[in-house]
């Protein structure tokens, strides 16, 4: 499955919008791009998922450009709650019907005051 | 809530035991995966199992194993422990066709001393 990259770490304050970038140059035809949100302590949370173009739910929006080698999670006007890590991930959807999901460091988001 | 329960939420014990762990997956959800998240490695995928049988392994040491019951609940088994085994211990559930959706649980915390 292609490797994914991401930042390590991002700071905001309330109210702002988030963007975070994640490159996938190795992503192939039938791969996915999906984000997930942990809090300290929790599981993993399923936030968007997307194949191309933008995609967009209550929480959250995906921009995936033409090539797919990268994609941004954008996060509207976090707030303190929103403080977690997030990891993007490349998972691929085979015709047996499974898949795993390789989680890598994920990007720690601090929302500040 | 993501509809998937875990037993017991935290567990102490000693090098050398063993100890299982319990996981519920959602109501419809066919696939159950495991993971273990500790501080230095970050979450690791160990095993799925789908439909009661083992679809893919991750890298889940020998003194680990699990499988998962006609009731779909899956059990995760850790002999032999040593104090590296101390982590959290992930269930996530998905439904058919959409593994790469997964629900995670709220965990197992294992400290093993």
């Known amino acids: 499955l292609a490797k994914t990259t991401q930042p390590i770490s991002m700071d905001s304050y309330e109210g702002q919008e988030v963007n975070i970038t994640c490159s996938h140059n190795?992503?192939?035809?039938?791969?996915?791009i999906t984000w997930y949100q942990q809090f300290p302590s929790q599981g993993p949370r399923f936030i968007i998922q997307?194949?191309?173009t933008k995609v967009t739910n209550e929480v959250a929006s995906l921009f995936i450009p033409a090539d797919r080698k990268s994609s941004t999670l954008s996060l509207p006007r976090v707030s303190l709650s929103d403080t977690a890590v997030y990891y993007c991930?490349?998972?691929?959807?085979?015709?047996?019907?499974?898949?795993?999901?390789?989680f890598g460091k994920g990007t720690m988001l601090l929302v500040s005051p | 809530d993501s509809g998937v329960t875990q037993t017991p939420k935290h567990l102490i014990t000693a090098t050398g035991q063993r100890v299982t762990l319990r996981c519920s997956p959602r109501?419809?959800?066919?696939?159950v995966y495991w993971y273990q998240q500790s501080l230095d490695q970050g979450l690791q995928f160990l095993i799925q199992?789908?439909?009661?049988?083992?679809?893919a392994k991750g890298n889940i040491l020998e003194r680990f194993s699990a499988q998962q019951f006609p009731d779909l609940h899956s059990e995760l088994n850790l002999s032999s422990l040593e104090l590296g085994d101390s982590a959290l211990y992930f269930c996530a559930s998905s439904r058919p066709g959409a593994q790469e959706t997964q629900y995670f649980g709220p965990g197992t915390r294992l400290l093993v001393l």
């Open positions: 991930l490349v998972a691929r959807a085979l015709t047996s019907g499974y898949s795993t999901l390789t």
């Open positions: 109501s419809g959800d066919l696939s």
């Open positions: 199992y789908y439909n009661g049988e083992e679809r």
């Open positions: 190795n992503i192939a035809t039938n791969d996915y």
């Open positions: 997307g194949y191309k």
